[in-house]
């Protein structure tokens, strides 16, 4: 898995940090909040993956992720008003509820003392990523991902998200190095098929939020992993 790899690539959400769930809630409570009608049996992750997927090309795809849900549960409210409301409800979140997954910073202090360049190529905002390495003591009493990673890369950074390949082409360019030589750590279809796109082995860590594209994401994995503990142990079989 590991031999002549070089960058080590971590997807944030869902892989490095438990928050899936924690977006689930959020975007519970807005729909709760926002909505006329009520919730369904919706699957609200697959829900959220597959609008942003549908509206990766648009300039704000979050604005129109909002305006999405506000069409489907029959909102009095603008677009910029739901998201808005989405973020305001998100700080309270992403400050005092993630945690890292278990075992994933000692993976990460493992891999950077054994010389790998770590960098992280992450679907969220950089006002999240801010979030989480000044604000989030949950995070920050394990470690601080800018103290950990060479790079790290948001939806700001990029013009196209997941499963574009883009924000691993940016990576690889930036460190001038080839598919070949990184491996790409993700949880969810669209971050497997952005890793494939790029043409990048990739190994994925179990999230049960993904069981929707579970046959997808074993079909199109190279290597997959049901914690970072059962990572940690491949790695040091390897290192």
């Not at 648009?58 to 909002?66: H, I, K």
């Not at 995070?139 to 499963?163: G, H, Q, R, Y």
């Not at 994995?221 to 970072?228: L, P, Q």
Request: proline share 2%.
């Amino acid at each position: 898995m590991l031999e002549n790899k070089k960058v080590i690539i971590f997807d944030m959400d869902g892989t490095l940090i438990d928050s899936v769930g924690i977006w689930n809630l959020i975007d519970e409570e807005l729909i709760k909040k926002v909505g006329t009608i009520s919730l369904g049996n919706e699957n609200i992750a697959k829900q959220r993956d597959d609008a942003l997927k549908k509206f990766k090309n648009e300039p704000d795809s979050y604005l129109a992720y909002c305006e999405f849900l506000g069409e489907k549960y029959k909102s009095n409210l603008t677009k910029e008003e739901i998201k808005k409301i989405r973020y305001e409800i998100a700080e309270d979140y992403l400050i005092n509820k993630i945690q890292f997954k278990p075992n994933a910073v000692k993976l990460l202090k493992y891999l950077k003392e054994k010389g790998f360049i770590l960098a992280i190529a992450s679907t969220t905002l950089k006002h999240n990523i801010e979030i989480y390495t000044t604000k989030n003591k949950n995070l920050l009493e394990e470690a601080n991902l800018k103290d950990l990673c060479s790079m790290i890369l948001t939806k700001n950074d990029v013009t196209n998200a997941k499963p574009s390949p883009e924000v691993h082409e940016k990576i690889m360019e930036h460190f001038n190095v080839k598919p070949e030589d990184c491996l790409v750590v993700e949880d969810a279809l669209i971050g497997v098929e952005a890793a494939k796109n790029a043409g990048i082995e990739v190994a994925v860590i179990y999230d049960k939020y993904a069981d929707g594209d579970r046959d997808k994401i074993n079909e199109l994995a190279n290597y997959t992993f049901i914690d970072f503990s059962e990572m940690l142990e491949q790695v040091r079989r390897e290192k």
